[in-house]
């Protein structure tokens, strides 16, 4: 992919991965200019959605982003807190993750997964308003839908290893699994 590919994925709006039923429906914080470009979630190679999904038994092995519908499958869905493309977080603003918050809480009421997961605390906190809000399950919900803030799977997130993200994703599964 050439830079000039990248940036004309620039404010691009990637669907979401969705079906009825699911048990988590995972969200991103803004699809990168990878995945605008490719169409395919979490594409950025150094990104550790995919893996951190298989080694924390989400998946029985590990999916390649232009496999993503198959999460369907597993009860599983991918959507974003802000729709369109950038190249980094950072050039999304405050308005457009509150926004992007109404919006998603609309989406969640009208999919009704069991568990919306936020691969992103500090967007969660933006997002909903929610200052204090650490990793892990949250006390706020959205109907019947709980909500559990992730570690951000990008490369750029260091201080967690991908052991340590498959842990804290693996405690979402083991969560969602006991519902049914």
């Not at 990168?32 to 470009?37: E, K, V, Y």
């Not at 998603?104 to 069991?114: A, G, N, Q, S, T």
């Amino acid at each position: 992919m050439t830079p000039d590919e990248l940036e004309a994925a620039r404010d691009r709006i990637v669907p979401d991965v969705v079906g009825d039923g699911l048990r988590v429906l995972f969200c991103g914080i803004n699809p990168g200019l990878m995945t605008a470009a490719t169409g395919h979630h979490f594409a950025r190679p150094g990104n550790r959605f995919w893996p951190v999904l298989h080694a924390s038994g989400f998946t029985p092995r590990r999916l390649d982003p232009s496999e993503q519908s198959e999460l369907v499958r597993y009860g599983l869905g991918i959507t974003n807190v802000v729709a369109r493309a950038s190249a980094r977080a950072d050039e999304l603003t405050h308005e457009e993750y509150r926004e992007g918050g109404r919006i998603l809480e609309e989406k969640v009421r009208r999919l009704r997964p069991h568990w919306l997961a936020v691969a992103g605390v500090t967007a969660y906190r933006v997002a909903f308003g929610d200052k204090k809000a650490k990793i892990g399950p949250q006390t706020r919900t959205i109907g019947d839908t709980r909500i559990w803030a992730l570690p951000n799977p990008s490369g750029l997130n260091a201080h967690w290893t991908l052991p340590t993200m498959a842990e804290e994703y693996g405690r979402l599964r083991i969560a969602a699994e006991a519902e049914g």
